[in-house]
């Protein structure tokens, strides 16, 4: 073979890259993005969204409203990666992630990637690892490194759903997951999910519950009593044929950031309204009671003094994991890290813009000796990337949604795929999963 040609065959610069506006699962538009390098290989990436986005996180472009181009949404990140992007990476090199991010970054030239849109931003950085790892010949979550060893994370199914996530019909808690800690593989871990989840279906429509579901595939009764929530969950685990604490534990998010108001936590389908303390005195009565492992979001995202109240009370008893407090940004990570106010840090790519960034939270997290649960977004693709990285990073546990539901099960088989592959080398998390204290 003459040696231009093999030459071309292995060169993993960028060619071209295209983005493009499709679908999400709630039917909303967001960005897809093609990164193609000279040797040939494609590496594709879809961007989420959330509904209850933290105020502190990246700034997406999307539109106001969907399927209505008002200057500021999906079209205009599609524009951005078709045009100043494109330019930019152009023969750049894919295997760089920390110089590419770091361009994209740059070019951005905003705190928040306002400018460009963190959409724009992300589908391209997540596209590069793709093409990269595509290039290499590897399968991507081999391509993903931390200073964790890569491990078979612990599913968080999220088989019940309220919140703004329900339209604010059913519980005020946003998301009750169950992690079966107990099974042996992951794969086991999936089956044991998906039996508690046609379970509790079955429960609910035994008792007149509606039995419709959430944005991310979980029932979404209208229940009186938060705690009736987990009562018919912990009813579920048993009659399935699992025991609740050994097999299965709970983990919860509330999003309390959705139902904080003038100071005080809004508990509207209870008719009342509780601080800082009253809620913890209310998870601290629940985990008493209850097998519940992880508590994310517990208090407000700007909440400071409340989570440090929190994080001494209930610190050592769970995970307690900050999602909108933190949005996988380091200098929010490390305030709270001063300032002792949990354990564990939510990790979604899109709060934050870029895999550099992203495995930076994840760093900082592991150094601090704290916890990262990888997550979805409630708006969701078929992209299955965070399966990967999870695994890839050691995060031990990650939450999609329902086991339910093609956006949500598309990573979950991902990841069962990836078990597959690794063989003897798979190890699953576990009890191990969760970090306290
Ligand atoms: O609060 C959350 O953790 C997420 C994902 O479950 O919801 P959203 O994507 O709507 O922010
Ligand atoms: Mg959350």
Redesign the pocket.
Known sequence: MPAFTLEILMNPAIQDIHAREILDSRGNPTVEVDVRLVCGVVGRAAVPS????GIHEAVELRDAEPRRYDGKGVKNAVAHVNGEIATAVAGKDATDQKGIDALLIALDGTPNKSRMGANAVLGVSLAVARAAAAAAGLPLFSTLSASHAPRMPVPMF?ILNGG??ANWQATDF??FMIAPVGAPTFAEGVRYGAEIYHRLRTILKERGYNTAVG??GGFAPILKRNAEAVELILEAIEKAGYRPGDDIVLAL?P?SSGFYEDGLYHLRSEGRKVDAAGLVDLYEGWIERYPIAVL??GLAEDDWAGWRMMNKRLGKKVELVG??LFVTNVKRIERGIQEDVANAV?IKPNQIGTLTETRAAVELAYRAGWGAMV?????ETVDSFIADMTVGFGTGHL?TGAPARGERVEKYNQLMRIEEAMGRDASYAGRDAFVRG
């Open positions: 959330g509904a209850s986005t999220n703004v996530h946003q998301e944005d991310e998010d999003a994310e979001d999602d909108d939510l997550s979805h977004r409630s708006g939450k």
